[in-house]
């Protein structure tokens, strides 16, 4: 089987493999290692057309998405861009913000919807936009150094790319947990919550292609989906290590009782916890730092109809997305953490209570006649 080629140097890296059947494989590596494969407005141009066209090529018969370097599948998107942007828009909706957030989750939608079999190797790093790229994939590998999260509680954002979706079908109060917390999840955790499906060594991903490239492809998408499932599973069987247990099952129980109740009762039950489990003590002292505002807008979440569709729920996404930056705690978030790097954000509210209800409807009301996202 052809080896992998790395010399491109565009931030997207495209190539298909040959398989015994005739079929093509397609494979989109992200290529901006230093960055931990974070995504900016180019790459998610190159995908989406490529993706596109590998979707309607007969001859392509799966997908492959994975990252440069062992670090990170992709550490989430190019925050610093949309910071700059919305400086410069001075309280209004920046252009350049719309843009971004419309072609991520336009892209994000493709790979939920693409048909055929498509999947993520979620090794290292797999947070926020990269998240996104691997809710939708039908195949969600994961590995021993795969540490994934929604961490945008940090930065006074929320959890977008369809966490207003995949979140609320998580088991119990674990969404919510996830979202208000950043909790990182292993890749046990991962699986536990439907967030991957599958399970195999770091070291495995080049023997994991060449079984692709012997699978019977056949065009048929039902079955190229259960032979690419069997052949997973039966990798997994033979060379992985135990993933081990859990945390967020073991303690499903206590998960449900903190995150029980209004949003003041959740915060209050938060404070109050007295632990030596790290897990738990790096959830609350992540959660506790986090915007107050984002703990507005991620209980809202899942607060959603659970009949929205999932283009609906991109729609309410992204009238949410582009009001955060204008309205929101997140210039504010972005430079503690990243421009002026102190680590001290001075958040606009103090605490939930303080929060005018009318601030939140306006970040969670569409600011368009015609929505970007009407013909999804």
């Not at 670090?71 to 700059?84: H, I, N, P, T």
């Not at 119990?172 to 991962?190: E, R, V």
């Not at 692709?212 to 998408?221: K, P, V």
Request: glycine share 8%.
């Amino acid at each position: 089987m052809e080896k992998l080629l790395m010399s491109c140097q565009q931030p997207v890296c495209f190539q298909t493999l040959k398989t015994a059947s005739g079929k093509l494989i397609g494979v989109a590596t992200l290529n901006a290692e230093k960055a931990l494969n974070a995504l900016n407005l180019d790459m998610l141009r190159l995908l989406t057309k490529q993706l596109t066209d590998w979707k309607n090529d007969s001859e392509i018969a799966c997908v492959v998405l994975d990252g440069c370097g062992e670090k990170a599948f992709c550490a989430g998107g190019d925050v610093r861009a949309l910071y700059d942007a919305s400086i410069e828009s001075k309280g209004e909706i920046a252009a350049a913000a719309q843009t971004f957030f419309t072609e991520e989750y336009q892209l994000d939608f493709l790979i939920h919807e693409f048909g055929k079999p498509l999947l993520v190797w979620g090794n290292g790093f797999v947070m926020g936009g990269g998240v996104g790229l691997m809710a939708g994939a039908s195949h969600r590998v994961v590995t021993e150094t795969s540490q994934i999260a929604m961490p945008e509680v940090t930065i006074g954002l929320y959890p977008d790319v369809g966490g207003s979706y995949f979140l609320n079908r998580m088991p119990g109060k674990t969404g919510l947990f996830l979202g208000l917390t950043a909790y990182q999840m292993s890749a046990a955790d991962a699986c536990y919550v439907g967030m991957a499906n599958h399970f195999l060594n770091n070291d495995d991903k080049e023997l994991m292609f060449d079984a692709m490239a012997t699978l019977d492809w056949s065009g048929d998408i039902g079955m190229d989906h259960q032979r690419l499932d069997e052949m997973l599973n039966e990798l997994t069987y033979k060379t992985a290590m135990p993933k081990g247990e859990s945390v967020l099952a073991l303690n499903q129980g206590l998960i449900d009782t903190l995150m029980t109740g209004s949003l003041t009762d959740i915060v209050a039950r938060i404070g109050e916890i007295e632990t030596d489990e790290k897990w738990l003590s790096r959830a609350k002292s992540a959660m506790l730092a986090g915007s107050p505002i984002s703990w507005q807008l991620i209980y809202r979440q899942t607060q959603l109809d659970e009949s929205l569709t999932l283009a609906d729920t991109f729609r309410w996404e992204l009238a949410v997305s582009v009001n955060c930056l204008a309205v929101g705690d997140f210039n504010e978030g972005v430079r503690a953490l990243l421009i002026d790097k102190d680590r001290n954000p001075k958040w606009h509210y103090g605490s939930v209570g303080t929060i005018p209800s009318e601030l939140i409807d306006k970040i969670t009301s569409s600011p368009w006649e015609s929505h970007p996202l009407a013909d999804l």
